[in-house]
């Protein structure tokens, strides 16, 4: 009897349990943080394997520790704060896209919306996710930097308004042209919402210059008669003649 004893084989322990508890296990354990992965690797290491079923409450033990360290694993999200800090910054600071030439703006506009988008996804995680971060990151910074307010152009309207007043017919040709190509650059200029304010300077300088206009000289009536306008005095000539006639008559009749 004794050595029938001996010869029986205890039952194996069940451990489905565990089995099920490891199935739980996420594939990639590199979006958690460092901490939490560490114990429920802890917890996957400590299960022995063929324990008899004398010992199935340890084994139990194994499968609720590998549930618990599952339950306790916390997402290691990529840190934001930099690109919150950013996009904090470059919205208090551009508020009027109006003074801001349209070719610097768009881009801004586009990198604010990517930045927040990045912001608003809850699925980013360190060791992993990094790049999408700091590629925001440094786009917006990039855009905001390259942001160009558009020129002053006001003294340019005002010369503009003084051109367009003068009467070309007034001045001499050569003004006329000057001015004529000076007004044209000048509303050019104007017209371009992307120039520089070096180029409304130079429009500025050039129809200044062009509004030093030369006039035409005015005629003034010659004091000299000419041989051909003589027949205009000839009823006054007449006139003078008969009169001298008549005055001679009448001193003859007197004496």
Known sequence: IEDAIEALVLKQADYTKVEEALAKVPEDLSIYTDETVKALNDAINAVVRDLDVTKQAEVDEY???IE?????????YVDKTELIELVLLVKADVKDETIYTPST??????ALAKAEAVLANNELYANKDEAVVEEAWNALAEAW??????ADKELLKEL???GQAIDLETITEESAATLKLALEKAVEVLDNEEAT?????????????????EYKEVEKPSDKIETGDATIFMPYAIFALSSACAYVTLRKKED
């Not at 618990?68 to 290691?76: C, G, I, K, P």
């Not at 304010?197 to 206009?213: D, F, W």
């Open 68 to 76: 618990e360290a599952l339950a306790a694993l916390e997402y290691n």
């Open 160 to 162: 503009l308004a003084k």
């Open 105 to 110: 703006y768009a881009p801004f506009i586009e």
């Open 145 to 150: 930097s390259n942001l160009r307010i558009k």
């Open 197 to 213: 304010q070096e180029e409304v300077e130079e429009a500025v300088k050039v129809l200044s210059a062009a509004l030093e206009v």
């Open 63 to 65: 499968a609720k520790a």
